[in-house]
């Protein structure tokens, strides 16, 4: 302490507070973000200045990236799984726009299909009118009204996300112009001749009346009744000649979990591959039930099935009699002595999907209620009826049509009602007859996975129905089959993640036709007209036109409010051709939005760049987008392709709300703000099924205020910054020469991930950079500097024009990721009332930057840091010392490099650039050819140990710091040297100010 009589209005009083010559961050950029609150504002902010558009204006004339936006269906509030998609498209549109591109975003929905006709139609039932009741015109147009009233809904959700499009004008599949297009897209099919009508089975809803895409299936556990059925065996094989002696009387035995498809049965599959055996039962197990089995019965089973199928049937003993090969075997049906509508035979035929894994080795074929039975009995046409090749035993309604006795009208699924869904009377009706006509053998049940309507979440049943269908294998006029084109174009897509490409094409190389027609009422329908006579699909251009025009004007609504002779014109005869009712597949109205969103909109290009969708989409709408694009123009409409996962909860079990594990986007966003979902999103590998809860969104509500504090620090150092404060390049100490050579690397980093869509390698790279690079070393290290150095001193000025450049990147690095934190410290440093930081490009950051060699002796320099600061927590832990500043490490080295490094990057001495760099007051490095014994080691450092030690000197009252040379200028003598001059500079340049 100073004398106490000195004057205490000289600059040299003992008493006096040097707070104020210090430079402390100074910012109005607050640590608490206040997200929930200030998001929307910026959304207003960005809504009145126009940003979408702005930008538009700004990217004329560049190279364009398009993102076409797969359209989610517009009905229900966005959940979590939405919202990740729509901001994982954000990442893409706005890192894009910042590289340099013109990245157009247009939002869409789909507007037609069944999960908004079935809404719709509950809507109205809840009104006591069932849908039959219900006038076309007015369902459709309660349809259309509904998707409208949520498109509103759904797009101020999307918006509050922070997604950046034209939300003044989405596109929807359901405008008139949207329509007219699809139906175009239709008619070139047609005009091709790849469209028929077929019969096949197709996967159908008995509750909602309707053929389902393999898209609009759920596949949830079911427990179904699993039964063995004996098919007695006819004494002739199909060329007349009899059968083995020992067969007569016996049974072919087949398993299914489809009790109600019995009566449709026409066949049993059999594999040539598959050894056969013929057995006889000896003994039956005693028990209270009474087997259907009894001794003597002859069954004819898979050998390596036979244990099962006897376990199942309670029969404890047998014989094995001989080896059966069953082609050319003849059954009669279970139900042949109920009704003669049984009596025809039912022949074995060769299947190559039958094998001797499970069941009895024998499949029983109902071709009108199974793809593989279909096929198998359509090989075969000797055995058809020629008025009905497939018979048809099921009612649109699930239930047997009348003619078919004993079952008519009994329904396989129950359609209403609390228990809608579970099982009709169908399936217990058909056991029971089996059990009358002593033709069964067992029964259980079996839980396994069915395919589920995934609107009214009801088990869907195999039906074959009359159908339109896209053939994929006949040859197209441009040459070439649709299924060719498409597994071309998939080759000469890129895929993210690669694995995506293996899923489609092997999706795409064994479908089947794709079938394009579905009995509804809201949605395009086929426009065509089919000869009555001959079936024969109308196929003129005139006609086509007419029908194109009328959608134009009109929309969809047209097809069905006008007369058949408005389109035939004046050559054709109404009364000789059939307008087609039948509704598209909502797959071809998406999978041709390409057509008039890419094509017709001039701010876009086709193809697209990339689609971006969840891994589901394979079967759907990359699929259909793929077969329309590759049938109408010979390839796909995306050059890239990327999928990502499904949210599960953060015990990995599917999210639910009658599991209570659910976060809908809108709470996240009342409780912490969009921007802590869309920094979960960065950091998560998107391409596989993510988790999600409160403890996990933790991590990033941690994660974001580290970012924050980071930039709140940058922008409090930065406070005042002059670019002519700024230093040259060539004039830059070395650490801030390092810090520009990181910026240099993470600029190539960030642009190339951003380019590949790999958001989480940005994520990882810039918080590693902000927290461990800059916060836990460049900024802790330059702190004395910023603080105490004079203004003008170039270690200071160069610190302040590095923590610049920083700043400026980082806010365009990270602003595709949190838009609305990097807006706010944009605008905290650069306030004005035009200016955005989306409106920025990534900075050019100069080649001269990267340095190899500094940054290997950077990276040497530290790992000696590492050791020392190791030996600084110790020496606090016990006490010895409070602050880093009192100690003076005493610091062994083996290895030249450490010093060799230190002096290749000062001019100054090494100890004292050594205390700086590990925040002492003092240090020394000692060359030594051992290690002391006793000193302070790290484990993977093996040449650096640490003898800890006291400062000497006094604490200079400014900085804090212990050196020798405090008191040396008599005018401060509680400062050091470096802070007197500081102060002198200060008090020399406020004179006159207090």
Same mark, same amino acid.
């Given at each position: ?898 010093? %060799?490094?230190? $002096?290749?990057?000062?001019?100054? &001495?090494?100890? @004292?650039?050594? *205390? #700086?760099? +590990?925040?002492?007051?003092? !240090? ?40 020798? %040379?405090?008191? $040396?200028?008599?005018?401060?003598? &509680?400062?050091? @040297?470096?802070? *007197? #001059?500081? +102060?002198?500079?200060?008090? !020399? ?6």
């Amino acid at each position: 302490m100073t004398d106490s009589s000195q004057d205490t209005g000289s600059a040299n009083t003992a008493e006096r507070n040097y707070r104020d010559t210090l430079f402390l961050p100074t910012t109005d950029f607050p640590m608490r973000a206040g997200l929930p609150k200030k998001e929307p504002e910026w959304l207003e902010r960005w809504a009145k200045m126009d940003l979408y558009k702005t930008l538009r204006a700004k990217s004329k004339g560049r190279e364009r990236f398009v993102l076409h936006d797969g359209p989610p269906y517009a009905n229900g509030h966005i959940h979590l799984g939405t919202g990740m998609n729509k901001i994982l498209k954000d990442f893409i549109v706005r890192s894009h726009q910042m590289a340099g591109y013109d990245a157009p975003y247009r939002p869409g929905w789909d507007c037609h299909g069944l999960p908004i006709e079935w809404k719709v139609e509950q809507e109205f039932r809840s009104k006591g009118r069932s849908k039959d009741q219900v006038p076309m015109e007015e369902f459709r147009k309660a349809c259309r009204d509904y998707a409208a009233q949520w498109i509103d809904v759904q797009s101020q959700e999307f918006q509050r996300l922070g997604v950046n499009g034209e939300w003044d004008r989405p596109y929807t599949t359901m405008a008139y112009e949207a329509e007219a297009a699809i139906v175009r897209e239709f008619l070139k099919f047609v005009e091709q001749g790849l469209v028929y009508q077929g019969s096949s089975p197709v996967m159908w809803s008995p509750v909602e009346q309707t053929a389902l895409a393999e898209a609009e299936v759920e596949y949830q556990d079911k427990t179904s009744t699993t039964i063995h059925v004996r098919f007695p065996l006819r004494g002739v094989r199909k060329d007349g000649s009899a059968i083995p002696a020992e067969a007569v009387g016996a049974h072919v035995v087949i398993w299914t979990t489809t009790p109600w498809t019995i009566p449709a049965n026409k066949a049993i599959c059999f594999s040539p591959s598959v050894s056969y055996g013929l057995y006889k039962v000896t003994e039956m197990a005693e028990t209270e039930f009474t087997p259907w089995a009894k001794v003597d019965d002859l069954f004819i089973v898979a050998d390596a099935l036979w244990d099962d199928t006897a376990r199942s049937g309670m029969i404890k003993s047998w014989q094995r009699v001989r080896d059966i090969n069953p082609d050319g075997f003849i059954c009669s049906h279970p139900f042949a002595d109920a009704d003669r509508y049984w009596s025809y035979p039912v022949p074995l035929l060769p299947g190559d999907h039958v094998t001797d894994e499970a069941g009895t080795g024998f499949v029983h074929t109902a071709p009108g209620h199974g793809a593989e039975d279909y096929a198998a009995w359509m090989a075969n046409p000797e055995w058809h009826d020629k008025n009905q090749p497939v018979p048809q035993t099921v009612g649109p309604d699930g239930a047997y049509y009348d003619t078919v006795p004993l079952f008519g009208g009994q329904h396989i699924i129950r359609l209403d009602g609390k228990k809608q869904g579970q099982d009709g009377p169908a399936n217990k009706s058909v056991i029971d007859q089996l059990i009358t006509c002593e033709r069964l053998l067992a029964r259980g049940r079996l839980e396994h996975s069915y395919p589920h309507s995934w609107r009214s979440k009801a088990p869907v049943i195999f039906r074959n129905t009359p159908q339109w269908f896209v053939a994929i294998d006949r040859p197209m006029t441009s040459g070439g089959s649709l299924r060719d084109a498409a597994l071309t174009s998939i080759g000469e897509t890129a895929w993210t993640p690669s694995v995506g490409e293996n899923r489609i094409r092997g999706m795409v190389e064994g479908r089947p036709d794709w079938l394009i027609s579905r009995q509804r009422a809201w949605g395009v329908p086929l426009t065509m007209f089919v000869e009555t006579a001959t079936g024969r699909v109308l196929n003129d251009p005139a006609v086509n036109a007419r029908i194109v025009k009328a959608v134009e004007a009109g929309g969809a609504d047209a097809w069905f409010g006008s007369e058949s002779a408005d389109f035939l014109g004046d050559e054709y005869d109404p009364a000789e051709w059939e307008k087609v009712v039948d509704i598209l597949d909502v797959w071809f109205d998406s999978g041709s939005t390409h057509a008039f969103v890419l094509e017709e909109d001039g701010a876009q290009t086709w193809p697209a760049d990339v689609y971006l969708e969840g891994s589901d989409q394979h079967r759907g709408w990359f699929q259909s987008s793929l077969l329309e694009a590759c049938g109408t123009r010979g390839r796909a409409p995306y050059n890239a392709v990327v999928t990502h996962g499904f949210i599960m909860a953060g015990d990995g079990r599917k999210m639910s709300k009658s599991l209570g594990n659910t976060l809908a986007p809108n709470e996240i966003a009342k409780k912490y703000g969009v921007e802590i979902l869309r920094l979960w999103a960065a950091s998560q590998d998107y391409t596989d099924d993510l988790r999600m809860s409160e403890e996990i969104l933790q991590t990033s509500v941690d994660a974001y205020r580290k970012l924050r504090n980071t930039l709140r620090y940058l922008l409090g150092a930065l406070h005042g910054f002059d670019k002519a404060e700024a230093v040259p390049f060539a004039e830059m100490p070395s650490l801030e020469r390092w810090v520009l050579h990181r910026l240099h690397e993470l600029d190539g980093l960030v642009r190339e991930s951003y380019k590949t869509f790999d958001f989480k390698r940005v994520y990882a790279a810039l918080f590693n950079f902000c927290v461990v690079d800059l916060s836990a070393f460049y900024l802790d290290v330059r702190k004395d500097s910023l603080y105490c150095d004079r203004p003008d001193e170039i270690r200071r000025r160069a610190a302040r024009t590095v923590m610049e450049a920083v700043f400026a990147r980082l806010t365009a690095w990270l602003a595709p990721i949190m838009p609305f934190t990097m807006e706010e410290a944009w605008l905290s440093h650069h306030p004005s009332e035009t200016d955005s930081v989306h409106l920025r490009d990534f900075p050019v950051t100069p080649g001269d930057w990267h340095d190899g060699a500094l940054a290997e002796r950077w990276q040497t320099i530290r790992r000696l840091r590492r050791v020392v600061t190791g030996a600084l927590e110790v020496e606090r832990r016990e006490k010895r010392i409070g602050s880093s500043l009192e100690a003076n490490p005493q610091v062994y080295v083996t290895s030249a490099d450490y010093r %060799d490094a230190i $002096s290749a990057e000062t001019d100054q &001495d090494v100890d @004292a650039f050594l *205390a #700086d760099i +590990v925040i002492t007051s003092q !240090a020394s490095l000692i060359d030594a050819g051992d290690l002391p014994d006793g000193s302070f080691t790290l484990e993977d450092v093996k040449d650096v140990a640490v003898v800890s030690g006291l400062s000497e000197g006094r604490k200079c009252a400014r900085s804090w710091k212990i050196l020798p %040379d405090v008191g $040396s200028d008599a005018r401060y003598p &509680d400062l050091s @040297a470096r802070d *007197a #001059d500081a +102060v002198a500079h200060w008090d !020399a340049t406020h004179a006159g100010t207090a």
